[in-house]
T-cell receptor, first 110, second 116 residues
Framework: RKEVEQDPGPFNVPEGATVAFNCTYSNSASQSFFWYRQDCRKEPKLLMSVYSSGNEDGRFTAQLNRASQYISLLIRDSKLSDSATYLCAVTPGSARQLTFGSGTQLTVLP | GAGVSQSPSNKVTEKGKDVELRCDPISGHTALYWYRQSLGQGLEFLIYFQGNSAPDKSGLPSDRFSAERTGGSVSTLTIQRTQQEDSAVYLC??????????????FGPGTRLLVL
């Protein structure tokens, strides 16, 4: 079983739709959780850190469920510019390097 | 401010040759990471440097891979006797850990390596 698993998609949604991604992790001692966005042939860029209490940044909401060991990302009122691959990342245990999921591809259609 | 920079941006080499990839982290960042991203494997950790501590090499796939970080700043990833399966995008990231706050890693644009 992979340490971090994501549904690879692709997710094709119309503009204005709400879309949610989930990511599960296997190491219960994982400390930090992140969502990164990666555009085609570009480097990953941090979208949001994920906090235990959940956090929101504009149209984006991230949540952490430690009991079930998953994190989620909700995008409301999706825009064409949201089209990208979304990567979840976890620091397993006391390690500081990130373990990434394989990414979920999102395409927002006009 | 300046972000993480990497060079070269693209590298084509022949199987069996050695290559060196360079990373300049964000000024003041004490931690530096190397990852690689390939189609079949996703984004995987290679090696991590923190200040003057011994690096965490647990992600290096073979002894053909090595890295050093001089003066706590610039890092070079060296791949000896390259193989076709080494073809990937090599990404460098840096971070600045402050107390117990979450540490954000910022990525460079990567070096695309193609081994023929």
């Amino acid at each position: 079983r992979k340490e971090v698993e994501q549904d690879p998609g692709p997710f094709n949604v119309p503009e204005g739709a709400t879309v949610a991604f989930n990511c599960t992790y296997s190491n219960s001692a994982s400390q930090s959780f992140f969502w990164y966005r990666q555009d085609c042939r570009k480097e990953p860029k941090l979208l949001m850190s994920v906090y235990s209490s959940g956090n929101e940044d504009g149209r984006f909401t991230a949540q952490l469920n430690r009991a079930s060991q998953y994190i989620s990302l909700l995008i409301r009122d999706s825009k064409l510019s949201d089209s990208a691959t979304y990567l979840c990342a976890v620091t397993p245990g006391s390690a500081r390097q990130l373990t990434f999921g394989s990414g979920t591809q999102l395409t927002v259609l006009p | 401010g300046a972000g993480v920079s990497q060079s070269p941006s693209n590298k084509v080499t022949e199987k069996g040759k050695d290559v060196e990839l360079r990373c300049d982290p964000i000024s003041g960042h004490t931690a530096l990471y190397w990852y690689r991203q390939s189609l079949g494997q996703g984004l995987e950790f290679l090696i991590y440097f923190q200040g003057n501590s011994a690096p965490d090499k647990s992600g290096l796939p073979s002894d053909r891979f090595s890295a050093e970080r001089t003066g706590g700043s610039v890092s070079t990833l060296t791949i000896q006797r390259t193989q076709q399966e080494d073809s990937a995008v090599y990404l460098c990231a840096s971070s600045k850990k402050v107390g117990l706050t979450k540490e954000t890693q910022y990525f460079g644009p990567g070096t695309r390596l193609l081994v023929l």
